[in-house]
């Protein structure tokens, strides 16, 4: 009796929370929490960014793991809260639990970040898309080298996977456009959140006379916080870290979800599908296309380090620059780019790349 | 914390009695039991009870209703078919990680090396399946699942030969051994046994499709639930009604005394930890076979830690832990539906089983406050 009480009340609260049958509805999952400083506020931004749009409405879930947990949210939300396009954002979930679930819901539009759509293998209903944030990487090299007195970079990264060497690469790459000579001594430190490690690294590469540091870890807080109570310089990633360092924030490299999830909502809303051909598997885009920004630059960034970042800015919009323009070599001196060949965003050989080049002080071995 | 079920002795009858006296001591004896199997009952239920309450004075200062949430939990743990599988998909993982717990302890051991147990025996499953990639579906899933019991044994089997041989504390080490495992497990998926292919997130070769453990009959649950339930249903009846359960109990009561009573001591301390190793190895080798498919970091996904919390909630006792991990899976199961239906934030779940597990800790000093549970004592 109580018990149907209960039921009954519950299910006259999700009546008046219904939307009406025509809205567009997306499912946003997030592996950590939506206030992380990073990966995940980064996705969250860009769902709070669309969430206001006409004709659409958003539910979501944070800290999902990567088990059979992301499957059940999956085919809770399809069923439960009636989805039609799902956003799990997190790598992890792709193999095997998005391709699971989309097979079981052939209607329903996966859209993943970060994976790899492979024709004739992934179920025709899933796509995926991610940004060139090296680009955005290589414009924070570039104020990076300028502010330094010391000559050299601190880079904190989780593993040393493709997706993290690209980074590294581009931003040692910018950074060598303003001065040649720079060092970046990059410490792994094996996995995407761990605190500790990442504020230990962050004293060592401090200590050894880094006066600028940035990361690729899932939340940058850390390694901000630490820069500015050590009084160094910091570039952020995935989100603005600005607030939390006041004086050393130089700039960042940053998502922008909320101009991609939009993009998606005007095909989704025309009626456009994977399936049909209107959207694509693979969406990809960099700093032109509106996938990946820069933080506004901080106060300690000279007039000429700002003029040179904004050349490179206006050459990424004007898709006249390529990071990846032989020779290159990496940093055991063997020639990994050779001379007179580019490799441009699109090109699948960077999604393989397992080098550090030359000017980064580290190993791929982590 | 001492063992509830050890402490229980019967009333002795005095020599002297008279048949009919001895009658009402039998009585008196049964009223005992009665009465303390009704706390062992009431004080864990009370304690559910308590912790409900206080999460919704929680949720109503987050600003849901607290009715509508505890119906929003039923629904999602318990409410129909589905929910119920999906509770208990997340429960079986669960039931073994606890065993690894619940097992040491009763020799006096804290081992809290679930996770790290869980791990090796997820890799060393993989390592095995992938060496053969023509075996019949059975063959390589016997096969995997021994090898997974075989490594996840052999990880708590250091613990306890750490501890006996070399004084070496069993909580410590046994933590840090997740490390060690976790670190083998990513060089592992980095070197060894990666799939080039997987560029991204590390992962081994896959195990082929028709080679991993099937759902039950069109369910969404896997045969981790019964070799759960099974192990667990095993130890029970090791513990309770085996010689080998009465040596570990001696020793867990008092190792000198059974020192001085002639027990093997230390084959027992270290038999009792493979045995515990085993059982979240064999759910490691459940999560690579039937879930991930191949080993890699998402293999660290915390059921391990999930068992420490367990095996405490069930006072150590096997049977205890079916019924416990049931309940943390609903409640797992659960989370998902507070943030989206209540929009509450999403450490809410968090929030709730550490309301959950403090209050079912602090009941454990209750008992035997109770004159009415130990009346028929005298």
Same mark, same amino acid.
């Given at each position: 009796m109580i018990k149907q009480l209960l039921v009954g009340m519950a299910a006259g609260l999700t009546v008046l929370g219904a939307a009406s049958a025509d809205d567009l509805k997306l499912g946003f999952i997030f592996v950590g929490p939506k206030d992380d400083y990073g990966y995940n506020q980064a996705h969250a931004q860009g769902e709070t960014g669309i969430s206001g749009l006409s004709g659409v409405k958003t539910v979501d879930e944070a800290q999902v793991p990567e088990t059979v947990a992301v499957e059940e949210t999956m085919r809770d939300m399809i069923t439960q809260d009636s989805v039609s396009v799902l956003f799990p954002t997190s790598f992890g979930y792709f193999d095997p639990h998005i391709i699971k679930v989309a097979k079981q819901f052939p209607d329903i539009q996966f859209l993943h970040c970060g994976g790899l759509y492979a024709e004739?293998?992934?179920?025709?209903?899933v796509g995926s898309y991610f940004g060139y944030i090296d680009e955005a990487e290589y414009i924070c090299g570039i104020v990076a080298a300028s502010t330094s007195k010391t000559g050299k970079i601190g880079f904190i990264a989780a593993k040393p996977i493709p997706q993290v060497l690209r980074n590294i690469n581009s931003y040692a790459l910018g950074a060598q456009t303003v001065n040649p000579k720079i060092s970046v001594q990059v410490i792994f430190t094996g996995d995407w959140s761990l605190p500790v490690k990442e504020a230990e690294a962050a004293n060592s590469l401090v200590d050894q006379g880094a006066d600028v540091l940035t990361c690729h870890v899932d939340s940058p807080k850390v390694v901000v916080q630490t820069a500015e109570k050590r009084g160094v310089y910091v570039t952020g990633y995935h989100a603005n870290q600005s607030a939390m360092a006041p004086k050393g924030y130089l700039t960042g490299a940053e998502w922008d979800w909320t101009n991609v999830y939009g993009m998606y909502i005007k095909l989704l809303q025309s009626g456009k599908t994977l399936e049909n051909g209107g959207i694509p598997h693979m969406f990809r885009g960099g700093i032109k296309d509106g996938f990946v920004k820069v933080s506004p630059y901080g106060s300690a960034v000279s007039e000429q380090g700002k003029a040179a970042a904004e050349a490179a800015k206006a050459q990424f919009l004007a898709g006249t620059m390529i990071i990846y323009k032989g020779p290159i070599s990496d940093n055991k001196g063997k020639v990994v780019i050779p001379a007179g060949t580019s490799m441009d965003q699109k090109d699948p050989g960077l999604e393989k790349m397992d080098y550090l080049v030359a000017g980064v002080v580290g190993s791929t071995q982590g | 914390m001492s063992d509830p079920e050890a402490s229980v002795s019967a009333p002795i009858a005095q020599p002297s009695v008279a048949a009919a006296e001895a009658g009402t001591t039998r009585r008196a004896a049964f009223g005992v039991r009665w009465r303390r199997q009704l706390e062992a009952v009431l004080i864990p239920v009370g304690a559910i009870a308590v912790s409900l309450i206080l999460f919704g004075v929680f949720c109503f200062f987050a600003g849901a209703n607290p009715l509508a949430v505890y119906a929003s939990i039923d629904k999602a743990a318990f409410g129909s078919w589905y929910s119920f599988q999906n509770t208990l998909v997340r429960a079986a993982p669960l039931m073994l990680c606890a065993l690894c717990t619940a097992i040491p302890f009763r020799l006096g051991l804290v081992v809290i090396g679930n996770e790290g147990a869980f791990v090796i025996g997820g890799l060393c499953a993989t390592i095995v399946g992938l060496q053969m990639p023509t075996g019949s579906p059975l063959t390589v899933q016997i096969a995997m699942a021994l090898s997974g019991m075989a490594a996840g044994g052999f990880w708590i089997l250091l613990v306890g030969a750490l501890k006996y041989y070399r004084g070496v504390n069993e909580t410590i080490s046994s933590l840090l051994m997740n490390y060690i495992a976790l670190a083998l497990l990513n060089q592992a998926v980095n070197s060894w046994i990666k799939d080039p292919s997987s560029l991204n997130k590390p992962s081994s070769y896959p195990i082929p499709d028709a080679q991993m453990l099937q759902?039950? #009959? #069109?369910?969404?649950?896997?045969w981790g639930l019964v070799f759960g339930i099974v192990a667990c249903l095993i130890t029970w009846f090791l513990m309770q009604k085996t010689t080998f359960g009465f040596q570990i109990r001696v020793i867990g009561g008092n190792i000198r005394a059974a020192r001085l009573a002639g027990l093997p001591v230390g084959p027992t301390i270290v038999i009792a930890c493979f045995l515990a190793g085993a059982a979240p190895g064999l759910a490691g080798m459940v999560e690579v076979a039937a879930v991930q498919g191949s080993a890699s970091e998402s293999l660290a996904a915390g059921y391990g830690y999930g068992g420490v919390l367990v095996a405490f909630l069930a006072r150590q006792n096997a049977f205890g832990c079916i019924l416990v991990s049931v309940l943390l899976g609903g409640l797992l199961a659960s989370g998902g539906i507070l943030q989206r239906t209540h929009h509450l934030p999403d450490a809410t779940t968090l929030v709730f089983q550490g309301i959950v597990f403090l209050t079912i800790l602090y009941s454990e000093s209750l008992y035997g406050r109770w004159k009415f549970f130990r009346e028929g004592n005298a």
């Amino acid at each position: 009796m109580i018990k149907q009480l209960l039921v009954g009340m519950a299910a006259g609260l999700t009546v008046l929370g219904a939307a009406s049958a025509d809205d567009l509805k997306l499912g946003f999952i997030f592996v950590g929490p939506k206030d992380d400083y990073g990966y995940n506020q980064a996705h969250a931004q860009g769902e709070t960014g669309i969430s206001g749009l006409s004709g659409v409405k958003t539910v979501d879930e944070a800290q999902v793991p990567e088990t059979v947990a992301v499957e059940e949210t999956m085919r809770d939300m399809i069923t439960q809260d009636s989805v039609s396009v799902l956003f799990p954002t997190s790598f992890g979930y792709f193999d095997p639990h998005i391709i699971k679930v989309a097979k079981q819901f052939p209607d329903i539009q996966f859209l993943h970040c970060g994976g790899l759509y492979a024709e004739g293998k992934t179920p025709k209903n899933v796509g995926s898309y991610f940004g060139y944030i090296d680009e955005a990487e290589y414009i924070c090299g570039i104020v990076a080298a300028s502010t330094s007195k010391t000559g050299k970079i601190g880079f904190i990264a989780a593993k040393p996977i493709p997706q993290v060497l690209r980074n590294i690469n581009s931003y040692a790459l910018g950074a060598q456009t303003v001065n040649p000579k720079i060092s970046v001594q990059v410490i792994f430190t094996g996995d995407w959140s761990l605190p500790v490690k990442e504020a230990e690294a962050a004293n060592s590469l401090v200590d050894q006379g880094a006066d600028v540091l940035t990361c690729h870890v899932d939340s940058p807080k850390v390694v901000v916080q630490t820069a500015e109570k050590r009084g160094v310089y910091v570039t952020g990633y995935h989100a603005n870290q600005s607030a939390m360092a006041p004086k050393g924030y130089l700039t960042g490299a940053e998502w922008d979800w909320t101009n991609v999830y939009g993009m998606y909502i005007k095909l989704l809303q025309s009626g456009k599908t994977l399936e049909n051909g209107g959207i694509p598997h693979m969406f990809r885009g960099g700093i032109k296309d509106g996938f990946v920004k820069v933080s506004p630059y901080g106060s300690a960034v000279s007039e000429q380090g700002k003029a040179a970042a904004e050349a490179a800015k206006a050459q990424f919009l004007a898709g006249t620059m390529i990071i990846y323009k032989g020779p290159i070599s990496d940093n055991k001196g063997k020639v990994v780019i050779p001379a007179g060949t580019s490799m441009d965003q699109k090109d699948p050989g960077l999604e393989k790349m397992d080098y550090l080049v030359a000017g980064v002080v580290g190993s791929t071995q982590g | 914390m001492s063992d509830p079920e050890a402490s229980v002795s019967a009333p002795i009858a005095q020599p002297s009695v008279a048949a009919a006296e001895a009658g009402t001591t039998r009585r008196a004896a049964f009223g005992v039991r009665w009465r303390r199997q009704l706390e062992a009952v009431l004080i864990p239920v009370g304690a559910i009870a308590v912790s409900l309450i206080l999460f919704g004075v929680f949720c109503f200062f987050a600003g849901a209703n607290p009715l509508a949430v505890y119906a929003s939990i039923d629904k999602a743990a318990f409410g129909s078919w589905y929910s119920f599988q999906n509770t208990l998909v997340r429960a079986a993982p669960l039931m073994l990680c606890a065993l690894c717990t619940a097992i040491p302890f009763r020799l006096g051991l804290v081992v809290i090396g679930n996770e790290g147990a869980f791990v090796i025996g997820g890799l060393c499953a993989t390592i095995v399946g992938l060496q053969m990639p023509t075996g019949s579906p059975l063959t390589v899933q016997i096969a995997m699942a021994l090898s997974g019991m075989a490594a996840g044994g052999f990880w708590i089997l250091l613990v306890g030969a750490l501890k006996y041989y070399r004084g070496v504390n069993e909580t410590i080490s046994s933590l840090l051994m997740n490390y060690i495992a976790l670190a083998l497990l990513n060089q592992a998926v980095n070197s060894w046994i990666k799939d080039p292919s997987s560029l991204n997130k590390p992962s081994s070769y896959p195990i082929p499709d028709a080679q991993m453990l099937q759902p039950i #009959g #069109g369910s969404l649950v896997n045969w981790g639930l019964v070799f759960g339930i099974v192990a667990c249903l095993i130890t029970w009846f090791l513990m309770q009604k085996t010689t080998f359960g009465f040596q570990i109990r001696v020793i867990g009561g008092n190792i000198r005394a059974a020192r001085l009573a002639g027990l093997p001591v230390g084959p027992t301390i270290v038999i009792a930890c493979f045995l515990a190793g085993a059982a979240p190895g064999l759910a490691g080798m459940v999560e690579v076979a039937a879930v991930q498919g191949s080993a890699s970091e998402s293999l660290a996904a915390g059921y391990g830690y999930g068992g420490v919390l367990v095996a405490f909630l069930a006072r150590q006792n096997a049977f205890g832990c079916i019924l416990v991990s049931v309940l943390l899976g609903g409640l797992l199961a659960s989370g998902g539906i507070l943030q989206r239906t209540h929009h509450l934030p999403d450490a809410t779940t968090l929030v709730f089983q550490g309301i959950v597990f403090l209050t079912i800790l602090y009941s454990e000093s209750l008992y035997g406050r109770w004159k009415f549970f130990r009346e028929g004592n005298a």
